[in-house]
């Protein structure tokens, strides 16, 4: 989507702003005991009470409002009667669609007690995203986003899972330009329009190349097994760089 009027902008906000407020109150409602689903309830209830649908569930008949992955689950986790654990790596990962605008956000969330080095993870997965989002905007090589999170990835000795892209969106979930890298490709040629709508969103990783099916038709798993998280904004590029959609209101 290439957004293009003043109508375009304010529907992209609208669910922009619904989703990162459903992120940012299901991060915390976290607490050890209780259930992947119910924690998808608390996110359910918000969406609903917003006016939007969930995109999974509405697009691909996803079983659950958002995804929720755990630990070795590294996306499109469902959810189920897992309970969250002290110590766990919880992965949440909201889209949604109202008045036909998508928009995308996601991000992990360590349950204490954590590890220095999960914690270590979590902030460096943040800090990769704002890298590859410092690369967008208009007239900008499509190509400069992999090449930043890569570049950090390295210098802090990390890996990046590579069959996870980030892709545009706007008017469906999914949509051109689609398979954008969060790692360094030296085949991407693209080069981002004014008011392109996309997402940021790189996999960080203690080990993990790739993401692999697991025993149902939806979770994904690391490949070497490594925790792994993953930060998302959608964004508008433009020429003074990226307008972010998906940030909470106050």
């Known amino acids: 989507m290439t957004v293009s009027n003043d109508d375009d902008l304010a529907g992209l906000r609208r669910i922009g702003r619904i989703v990162a407020d459903t992120l940012a109150v299901m991060g915390r409602a976290i607490e050890p005991g209780m259930t992947t689903r119910e924690l998808d309830a608390v996110g359910r209830t918000f969406l609903e009470a917003a006016g939007a649908r969930s ?3 509405t697009v691909y ?3 659950g409002a958002t995804c929720i992955s755990v630990n070795e689950e590294i996306a499109h986790g469902i959810p189920s009667e897992r309970r969250i654990a002290p110590g766990d790596l ?3 990962d909201v889209s949604a669609e109202k008045d036909g605008y998508f928009s995308d956000t996601g991000a992990s969330f ?3 007690p954590a590890t220095r080095a999960v914690e270590r993870l979590c902030k460096d997965g943040r800090r990769a995203m704002w890298t590859g989002l410092r690369q967008v905007g208009a007239g900008k090589p499509l190509a400069g986003i992999g090449r930043a999170v890569g570049s950090f990835a390295h210098k802090n000795g990390y890996t990046l899972v590579r069959n996870l892209a980030s892709h545009g969106i706007g ?7 689609t398979e954008i890298a969060t790692w360094p490709d030296p085949s991407e040629r693209r080069i981002m329009r004014e008011g392109m709508v996309l997402t940021v969103e790189p996999f960080l990783s203690l080990g993990a190349d790739f993401a692999e099916d697991g025993d149902d038709p939806w979770t994904l798993y690391s490949r070497p097994s490594a925790l792994t ?3 998302e904004h959608t964004v508008i590029a433009t020429r003074n760089g990226p307008l972010i959609l998906t940030m909470p209101g106050p």
């Open 55 to 57: 995109a999974p569930e």
């Open 229 to 231: 998280v993953q930060y």
């Open 110 to 112: 360590a349950v204490p």
């Open 90 to 92: 919880v992965n949440i």
């Open 171 to 177: 008017l469906s979930l999914h949509e051109e330009p």
């Open 61 to 63: 008949a996803f079983p």
